[in-house]
């Protein structure tokens, strides 16, 4: 059996990135010599164990067929035999589909390295279609790279767009959405994850309350970029900046809302929007199931 790092941890150790979290991926074992070796079972859908010392993730390497609609519509399959490239191209991205021996070498098949290198977050295969989750993924790694300068490949976001017009975001659980967006906030640039969103079409699926704010427009002598979609981007950017805070920063993108369904023959003007604003706050947390500490 061989088991090597992968994921997030290998990416960020070649961006110089702080770890605090490593996965790692065993090749040529099964279940019942994971748990004889002392390793306790943790996953539901696909046999993932955690070390008997470091308590760290190690899952048996796997493939994966789609057989459904939706992120959880897939089989899975894990064997002895499946190659640690089998398992590196069922992932998103190429930057999260390079692994890591015990002896320090990295296995790159997929020019993880190169797009490390060139700032992008281009996808592995053409699988990448047949999990909606991977377009709000893509939109959280936009985020927490734009500081690196990190862009979408081109092909990538039509990919992207296919997903969102295709209805399969619509599967995803208010629980994911708010997961995604969650870890967006934390990061350098959370208003990355909405102009993504947006560009992709995913944000008028999956959080439509801001997405209406884009073409909106407000008074120039206040908001010379007029543009309240803009405006709320602007703000969150700002946000981010001045306050660590998530519930500031969650704050900072929702603060507007009430202009979104302001009537167009109003516009600019937007009257009583902070009011009209908490109505459709309460049901956006609602509907996603936003902690109460937000």
């Not at 930057?95 to 790159?108: S, V």
């Not at 797009?115 to 989750?133: G, K, M, N």
């Not at 734009?146 to 017009?165: C, G, N, Q, R, V």
Request: aromatic share 8%; charged share 25%; hydrophobic share 40%.
């Amino acid at each position: 059996m061989q088991v090597y790092l992968v994921g997030g941890a290998v990416r960020d150790q070649l961006l110089n990135i702080d770890v605090y979290d490593k996965d790692w991926v065993v090749v040529g074992s099964s279940p019942n010599e994971m748990l004889a070796q002392g390793f306790s079972a943790v996953g539901k859908d696909f046999p993932v164990f955690l070390h008997p010392k470091t308590k760290q993730e190690h899952a048996l390497a796997r493939t994966e067929r789609k057989t459904g609609a939706g992120y959880k519509g897939f089989e899975c399959y894990f064997s002895a035999d499946v190659t640690l490239e089998e398992d590196l191209l069922r992932r998103d991205l190429t930057i999260n589909a390079i692994a890591q021996d015990k002896q320090g070498n990295y296995i790159d098949p997929y020019g993880g390295q190169k797009d490390l290198d060139q700032r992008i977050l281009r996808h592995v295969s053409d699988a990448f279609t047949e999990d909606p989750l991977r377009v709000l993924r893509v939109a959280r790694f936009a985020a927490k790279l734009k500081h690196l300068d990190f862009s979408i490949a081109p092909e990538t976001m039509a990919l992207m767009k296919t997903i969102s017009a295709s209805g399969e975001l619509e599967q995803l659980t208010a629980e994911r959405v708010w997961q995604e967006w969650h870890k967006s906030l934390s990061t350098n640039d959370p208003q990355e994850f909405l102009s993504v969103l947006q560009e992709c079409g995913a944000l008028n699926v999956v959080i439509p309350e801001i997405s209406r704010l884009f073409g909106v427009p407000q008074p120039e002598k206040w908001h010379p970029e007029i543009d309240t979609g803009i405006h709320t981007l602007m703000v969150a950017q700002q946000a981010a900046l001045l306050s660590p805070s998530l519930p500031v920063r969650f704050a900072s993108q929702v603060h507007d809302l009430g202009k979104g369904i302001t009537p167009e023959k109003e516009w600019p003007s937007h009257k009583m929007h902070c009011h009209t604003g908490i109505k459709l706050i309460k049901t956006l947390c609602n509907r996603v199931r936003v902690p109460n500490e937000f």
